[in-house]
Nanobody, 121 residues
Framework: QVQLVESGGGLVQPGGSLRLSCAASGSIFSIKHMGWYRQAPGKQRELVAAITSGGSTNYADSVKGRFTISRDNAKNTVYLQMNSLKPEDTAVYYC???????????????WGQGTQVTVSS
């Protein structure tokens, strides 16, 4: 079994910054893609940013230039640095990982429990 544990959410004023972290642990051979999704009340979950094991990144248009995703492969950890936060960034943020549990086998999707980010004055 694999667990994803997120941290770093909270309340911040508009224009402020937060850094989210997500550490994966358990039966892991390797992790392919890691990413952050978010879900605001009444809306569907959406991709915020993703990163491959090689470091290639992908961002939602709404966060380009403000958010930066990074990962530490040795620690199986992914980070999301969020700057210039806006009220519309308010959501529950979920960590996602595609995990190769056994070498050469299928990839499994795992999700964190979610961390609340609230941007408000």
């Amino acid at each position: 079994q694999v667990q994803l544990v997120e941290s770093g959410g909270g309340l911040v004023q508009p224009g402020g910054s937060l850094r989210l972290s997500c550490a994966a642990s358990g039966s892991i051979f390797s992790i392919k893609h890691m990413g952050w999704y978010r879900q605001a009340p009444g809306k569907q979950r959406e991709l915020v940013a993703a990163i491959t094991s090689g470091g290639s990144t992908n961002y939602a248009d709404s966060v380009k230039g403000r958010f930066t995703i990074s990962r530490d492969n040795a620690k199986n950890t992914v980070y999301l640095q969020m700057n210039s936060l806006k009220p519309e960034d308010t959501a529950v943020y979920y960590c996602h990982a595609e995990v190769e549990v056994v070498a050469g086998t299928v990839l499994y999707d795992y999700w964190g429990q979610g961390t609340q980010v609230t941007v408000s004055s």
